[in-house]
């Protein structure tokens, strides 16, 4: 099977510009959730999707948004850029949580995101 | 709060030595922990994981041990080889997808 796929790997934004991040996951996952990682704060939950239905949350403003279309793939949206903003974001996938465990994620390979 | 910590931010062994990697965590509801590798330009990937009710699980040259008591994670890493150098994060979860990662810890392999 192909692994999770994230779009586009590099990005460059000014401040007070929008991004939109795409995510792909392994095909039959249908839970997907998004990290933020920087050096200062390290892994940091952003939120999870599963069947088209945000269902946790992280600690972020608003200014960071999610959705997950019904063929599961997911986009995380950052409004209004803040040099902050600037770090590498995760998106990871899950199947359906079996009985014997609470499901493992599968990464994928992060979107770089560089604000000036 | 919920927090996840790690003794020690880098480690150095020896090519062939067993490696231990610690791991702190607050949330005594916490049921689900996993361990992770993350290699430079990759997102990271899982090693292996346990849940509350066991204190140990094995995979292939890799041992997690859970200490509820004192609320202490650790990886072991069996003949450590040059391609085991890598960021470990451990991370927990209670209930649902919510993962709290720890700091992480460098693992430096000397050959």
């Known amino acids: 099977k192909a692994g999770v796929t994230q779009t586009p790997r590099y990005l460059i934004k000014t401040r007070g510009q929008q991004v939109t991040l795409s995510c792909s996951p392994i095909s039959g996952h249908r839970s997907v959730s998004w990290y933020q990682q920087t050096p200062g704060q390290g892994l940091q939950f952003l939120f999870e999707?599963?069947?088209?239905?945000?269902?946790n949350k992280g600690n972020f403003p608003g200014r960071f948004s999610g959705r997950q279309f019904s063929n599961s793939r997911s986009e995380m949206n950052v409004s209004t850029l803040e040099l902050g903003d600037s770090a590498l974001y995760l998106c990871?996938?899950?199947?359906?949580?079996?009985?014997?465990?609470?499901?493992?994620?599968?990464f994928g390979p992060g979107t770089r995101l560089t604000v000036t | 709060g919920e927090s996840v910590g790690l003794h020690l931010p880098t480690l150095s062994v020896q090519e062939g030595d067993n490696s231990i990697i610690n791991c702190a965590y607050s949330?005594?509801?916490?049921?689900?922990f996993i361990w992770y590798k993350q290699e430079s330009g990759k997102g990271p990937q899982f090693i292996i994981d346990i849940r509350s009710n066991m204190d140990k699980r094995q995979g292939q040259r890799v041992t997690v041990l859970l200490n509820k008591t004192v609320k202490h994670l650790s990886l072991q890493i069996a003949a450590t080889q040059p391609g085991d150098s890598a960021v470990y994060f451990c991370?927990?979860?209670?209930?649902?997808?919510?993962?709290?990662f720890g700091a992480g810890t460098r693992l430096f392999v000397k050959a």
């Open positions: 991370a927990e979860r209670t209930g649902g997808f919510k993962t709290i």
């Open positions: 949330n005594s509801a916490s049921d689900y």
């Open positions: 999707y599963f069947s088209e239905t945000q269902r």
């Open positions: 990871a996938s899950s199947p359906l949580p079996r009985d014997t465990d609470l499901g493992e994620q599968y």
